[in-house]
């Protein structure tokens, strides 16, 4: 696990001094060993974390044994010894190939060499991959399938820089940082920025499965895999068959991601997704595994109990951290900061301090990710089905004011009922099920200037949460994609945009900031692509979510464990802006500050906050997301 930035600038604006800005910056993702590459048009800038082969020999830039290519590399490839086994044995008609390392990077590198921009193909792990072609003076960078690691570029039609967080392109005075205001409103609807967007103009983000291509000529890029192609007509409706291979998969992934040369732990939270993989961790490994857990001392948000049950019943090396508002206090300004640009998930907090007390006793952890959007396992699936009915679609409208005048618990539900149009149900279920602004409240709050006529209210075909629902076709060319049912429907969007750019960011961030790698075994493509083809009604089956899951995870650990509502993960933020952190209310929603940014209209906050005070609690996270914008806007606006 590393930091990586770069440069290709054919017009020579960019430098040696940049490269080391730039480095510097992802100093905490890779305090091992630095190191820097510069030919031509082309810089490379590397942090390591050093986690497989520790030996310098493995630092990084790393030159290809014929010295054409050159590489720098975040993420694991846990499958390298298999892909270095075939790259001997295609060379050994040839050449043989002897390796100089025991690191996945060489082996990376190699494979590239060997079979060109298709050796992703071969690849099973998560990663952002530069390679530049000394010989024809290409960049070619690769993104993993689900999109674990980051890659953040800028381009302006000539100069290409990357990085693999904002901030080391946000340190660098040559990049002009205007703000993309569509990029707001998109952050107020969904809590955090999709791909491709960043908060501004002419930074991106690169796309999951995809590669891009950076030379003279311009860039080129497409995708090398796709989530919807993976879905096909062959649905796994047998349980027993399911219950094997899913159980075989998870198995085979697990165990490649306890590859390590450096002490790794289970972060475990008490619920189905992490106690599996501490189940099975435990099952595989040759040494006592640690565990990790975050609790709360208010018990309605505490789970840490469940987890130390789970724990001593499995008999790991167990810890724990009890959070209170103090802890959370001290870290509000660094955890929102780690975030480069707005991201309202306040379970971030939490991630962090459980990050935090890992690195103290291992370098890599596993964690459970990706199990609730491939198993049906938010509540926002069931609300899918429900919006699925004629009939509450035609009477949504006056059963949405009718319940405006109920009790609190009556006006969410309204609020879930109160959407324009189906082109944008997903999103609207997402937002109000994280209990964040709808289109309908925005086009009413936001001032003239951030109303992006892409997100609200248009049936434009090119709208941008549009296309969340409707694939791209280039990308499905020649692709038979079955009908989804709805609730498959809602997890291909959080599969797709809430894992990649909420879920997995806030883990990335939050745990590379203690230079700390974090796997997901659940996120194997191998293991996604079954899964999307397994019977929605082996996934939620008489009313339970993750029925499947949970019958693998019985194979381990008795039921008795499990007989609970599912809490989440996160910080009692409700109860915490009503006394303890109020003050970001007054500091960040103040009229003078709403005001000084026009962003949105005070009167509407200001009868927002109003009704907060008064029991509207459900409240509480809009409230965060202005209090995260407003807080963003008063640092980094110029």
Not at 293 to 305: D, L, Q, Y
């Amino acid at each position: 696990m590393c930091g990586i930035a770069g440069y290709y600038s054919p017009n020579k604006k960019y430098n040696r001094e940049d490269l080391e800005i730039m480095t510097a910056a992802l100093k905490h993702r890779g305090p091992n060993a630095e190191g820097f590459f510069e030919q031509e048009s082309v810089g490379f800038g590397h942090r390591r974390l050093s986690i497989i082969d520790l030996s310098i020999r493995a630092n990084q830039p790393m030159m290809s044994l014929n010295d054409r290519y050159c590489v720098i590399y975040n993420g694991e490839v846990y499958n390298f010894t298999e892909v270095g086994a075939s790259i001997k044995n295609i060379s050994s008609q040839q050449q043989q190939v002897h390796f100089k390392t025991s690191s996945d990077t060489e082996i990376i590198l190699e494979a590239f060499a060997h079979y060109g921009i298709d050796f992703v193909h071969q690849l099973n792990g998560m990663f952002a991959i530069a390679i530049y072609d000394k010989q024809t003076d290409e960049l070619y960078l690769f993104r993993d399938r689900m999109g674990i690691k980051p890659v953040f570029y800028y381009w302006d039609g000539k100069d290409f820089v990357f990085a693999s967080e904002l901030k080391a392109l946000q340190k660098l005075h040559k990049i002009p940082k205007e703000i993309d205001t569509t990029s707001i409103s998109d952050f107020l609807h969904l809590g955090y920025i999709p791909t491709p967007k960043s908060i501004y103009k002419n930074i991106y983000k690169m796309r999951s499965g995809s590669w891009m291509k950076v030379s003279k000529n311009g860039l080129d890029k497409g995708k090398y895999w796709n989530l919807k192609s993976k879905i096909n007509n062959n649905v796994i409706q047998d349980k027993e068959q399911a219950l094997v291979k899913l159980s075989d998969l998870i198995m085979s992934s697990v165990q490649y991601q306890l590859k390590s040369d450096v002490p790794f732990g289970v972060f475990l939270s008490g619920g189905i997704d992490s106690s599996l993989i501490t189940a099975q961790a435990v099952g595989l490994s040759s040494v006592k595994v640690n565990t990790f857990s975050i609790g709360f001392e208010e018990n309605s948000h505490n789970e840490s109990e469940y987890a130390k049950a789970i724990a001593r019943y499995l008999g790991t090396d167990h810890h724990e951290f009890i959070v209170s508002y103090k802890d959370a206090i001290k870290l509000i300004d660094t955890a929102l900061d780690v975030y480069d640009e707005p991201f309202a998930d306040s379970s971030a907090i939490p991630t962090m301090l459980v990050s935090k007390l890992a690195k103290q006793y291992v370098t890599v952890t596993l964690s459970g990710e990706g199990g609730d959007e491939l198993f049906l396992g938010y509540g926002a699936y069931k609300w899918a089905n429900r919006l699925n009915n004629p009939l509450l679609h035609t009477f949504r409208k006056p059963i949405s004011s009718l319940f405006a005048h109920l009790p609190t618990r009556y006006q969410r539900v309204g609020k879930l009922l109160d959407y324009s149009h189906r082109d944008f149900i997903k999103s609207h279920i997402f937002s109000q099920e994280q209990y964040l602004f709808s289109r309908n409240e925005l086009s009413v709050m936001l001032n003239d200037e951030y109303k992006s006529s892409k997100l609200i209210g248009s049936k434009d075909s090119s709208n941008f949460l549009r296309s969340y629902s409707t694939p791209d076709p280039s990308e499905l060319a020649n692709v038979e994609v079955r009908k989804l049912t709805s609730m498959e429907s809602q997890a291909l969007f959080d599969l797709e945009y809430y894992l990649q750019d909420d879920l997995l960011t806030k883990v990335d961030r939050a745990s590379m900031h203690y230079s700390l790698e974090t796997r997901v075994p659940y996120l194997d493509h191998r293991l996604v692509e079954m899964a999307l083809n397994v019977s929605p009604n082996l996934k939620y089956k008489n009313g339970m979510p993750k029925y499947i899951l949970k019958e693998i995870l019985y194979q381990y650990l008795p039921k008795k464990f499990f007989d609970r509502p599912k809490q989440g993960f996160a910080i009692p933020l409700n109860k915490w802006l009503h006394h303890e952190l109020h003050y970001l209310l007054d500091e960040y929603l103040s009229e003078s500050v709403i005001n000084q940014y026009q962003v949105v209209s005070y009167t509407y906050v200001k009868n927002l906050l109003d009704r907060f005070e008064n029991g509207s609690d459900y409240l509480f996270n809009r409230i965060w997301l202005l209090v995260v914008l407003h807080r963003w806007l008063k640092i980094n606006s110029n």
